[in-house]
């Protein structure tokens, strides 16, 4: 099992960023390729990247290119989110994962961090 816990959220005006943090225990995490999604009220949830388990290889939605970049510290057992230009279409609740393969299922989620970004 890996337990994740997402943290960094909060309120901030559109062209503002923000940094989201999430902490990992239970199990080895340079094991796990990490990634973020997203979901806001009434849509599916969104992939917004993800990154490999050593953390040279990124990917990343649309949305997010350009804008957005996912780093770990395997030392800290931690991933990060950091946003920067955001807009009110980036308001939702961003959820970490962690996954033996990247691109794979991800069985282990956290609960989420809310951002709401204002116009």
């Known amino acids: 099992q890996v337990q994740l816990v997402e943290s960094g959220g909060g309120l ?19 094991n796990y390729a990490m990634a973020w999604f997203r979901q806001s009220p009434g849509r599916l949830r ?3 990247g993800h990154i490999s388990q050593t953390g ?3 990917r990343y939605a649309d949305s997010a290119k350009g804008r957005f ?11 990060y989110l950091q946003m920067n230009s955001l807009q009110p279409e980036d308001t939702a609740r961003y ?17 989420g961090t809310q951002v709401t970004v204002s116009a």
């Open 95 to 111: 959820y970490c994962a962690a996954s033996p393969t990247v691109g794979g299922a991800y069985p282990y989620w956290g609960q």
């Open 69 to 79: 970049t996912i780093s770990r510290d395997n030392a800290k057992n931690t991933l």
């Open 12 to 30: 901030v005006q559109a062209g503002g960023s923000l940094r989201l943090s999430c902490a990992a225990s239970g199990r080895t995490f340079s």
């Open 46 to 48: 969104e992939f917004v």
């Open 56 to 58: 040279i290889t990124t």
